[in-house]
């Protein structure tokens, strides 16, 4: 039954299978949205696409309008290594590993090379995959946070935030590089499987920071991306004080004020974190991954989501880890869950 306008609708409780497909298409969307722009500064982007800045899909470096980047082939090869764990009972961190050395061999294609990120690249040509305890490197890029967020898909909160921090420390080693990726599977895990609100998910997610070390530098950029968020709510939206996203705790920090300051609309929120100086694809993926969550699927613009690459990948993706979690006993979380009360 529908009910109410298009934005109304769009602000109603999505099923946890659609906040899944939200996850994995939110993420290429945002994505291909920020490819076009990720190595252009706002003053570009608005000489090129006009004072508005960037509004849609355009095509970029040789691909159409939809191409997608790095950050969207290694989230579906997060997603796809969570089923494969869940399906096989293996370690989650064995499994991911297994998919992302599978994208390093792809990365020889230049049709399938989409501007991957050094400090992936060099790791998993190591073959040794890092962990917290055994960094390796110092590397705090964003290229471990971007591509977690389907971890809080897969995980309840109380283990999201572990092993999402786990799977970043496969190829970043410093401190803020896995806590971010930790902070934001926890977030998505505390929305999906708990349906807590955005503003309240980081909250929670902050106390759950809080009892790690080395934890300051992306505790502050949370705390400003609140602060910026609260203070500009539904308005326009500067983010440029919170960095260029390049690091992970300021793409996280981009992210979290560009979905708190437009809670109810997945494309506001998204266009806001693409259209600055910074790693635009990035920032777009993840937004668009965190806003897919708290909104659902059908938040996301049909149009747009026709015309992304992989699209029938993601969706399919979602739906296989979906059903893995659903069957899982170990992972049916207590009574009354709402994923649960869905297949009543
Ligand atoms: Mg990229």
Redesign the pocket.
Known sequence: MLVGTPRERCAMPSTFRNMARGCLIGTAVG?ALGAPV?FLSLVQIRARFGPEGLRGLEPWDGHRAGAI???TQMTLATAAGLADALAEGVDPESAVWARYLAWYQTQRDPAER??PGRTCLDALAGRVPGSAEDPLNDSKGCGGVMRVAPVGIAFEPGWAFERGAALAALTHGHPSGYLAAGFLADVVSRVAHRRTALYRAIMEAREELLGWEYAEEVLDAVDEAVETAMTNLGEPLTVQHLGEGWVAEEALAIAIACALAHPEDWVDAVLEAVNHDGDS??TGAITGALMGVVLGVEAVPYAWVQRVERSAEALQTADRLVALVLEDPEARWAEGHPAEEEQL
Do not use: Q
Request: glycine share 0%.
């Open positions: 994505d990720e980047t790095d950050d989409r501007a694809d990035s």
